[in-house]
Antibody, heavy 119, light 105 residues
């Protein structure tokens, strides 16, 4: 059974940093692309960032480009999102999601980790 | 950037109704469109990919159609479990539509 478990969320002050993790199990992690998607309270879905199986393709939403960095450790079956210079508008539930390939839809999602940016 | 516009934003319907949700792309995306269902407090679930292909395990009352810039998600006979919010996504650059909430009439 595919499982994606996010962690690392919490309350952080504006301008500070946070690192999210996603632990994957139930599939061969290094065969698949992975993504981060966020959802602000009461709002819709926003794609944040994605990474191909071998980290050869990486993409970011304009809203986070230059501040967030996605990475993966295939040996640890883990996906990461380093978030720097956090802003109030980054407050959201952050989901980790799996895709069959780069430029494919997201077939499995985790339950999310909440990031709150506030002073 | 390719923008995705869904309509309506809210839809009130009854059990048994045929429901159609529309998603329009600001430029052609061929058939690179997916539909997701999200229930309150839950992660989204993939329903349809490549505009009209049904994800494994998804009931056949869900169907998708369209290509280019206009797409539809149809629920042929709305069931109690279908009251949720639905999102389209173009996966050339991963943008989502704004969502359509399907409410009980």
């Amino acid at each position: 059974e595919v499982q994606l478990v996010e962690s690392g969320g919490g309350l952080v002050q504006p301008g500070r940093s946070l690192r999210l993790s996603c632990a994957a199990s139930g599939f061969t992690f290094d065969d698949y692309a992975m993504h981060w998607v966020r959802q602000a309270p009461g709002k819709g879905l926003e794609w944040v960032s994605g990474i191909s199986w071998n980290s050869g393709s990486i993409g970011y939403a304009d809203s986070v480009k230059g501040r967030f960095t996605i990475s993966r450790d295939n040996a640890k079956n883990s996906l990461y999102l380093q978030m720097n210079s956090l802003r109030a508008e980054d407050t959201a539930l952050y989901y980790c999601a799996k895709a069959e390939q780069w430029l494919e839809p997201f077939d499995y999602w985790g339950q999310g980790t909440l990031v709150t940016v506030s002073s | 950037d390719i923008q995705m516009t869904q309509s309506p934003s809210t839809l009130s319907a009854s059990v048994g109704d045929r429901v159609t949700i529309t998603c329009r792309a600001s430029q052609s995306i061929s058939s690179w469109l997916a539909w997701y269902q999200q229930k309150p407090g839950k992660a989204p679930k993939l329903l349809i990919y490549k505009a009209s292909s049904l994800e494994s395990g998804v009931p056949s009352r869900f169907s998708g159609s369209g290509s280019g810039t206009e797409f539809t998600l149809t629920i042929s006979s709305l069931q109690p479990d279908d009251f949720a919010t639905y999102y389209c996504q173009q996966y050339n650059s991963y943008f989502f539509g704004g969502g359509t909430k399907v409410e009980i009439k």
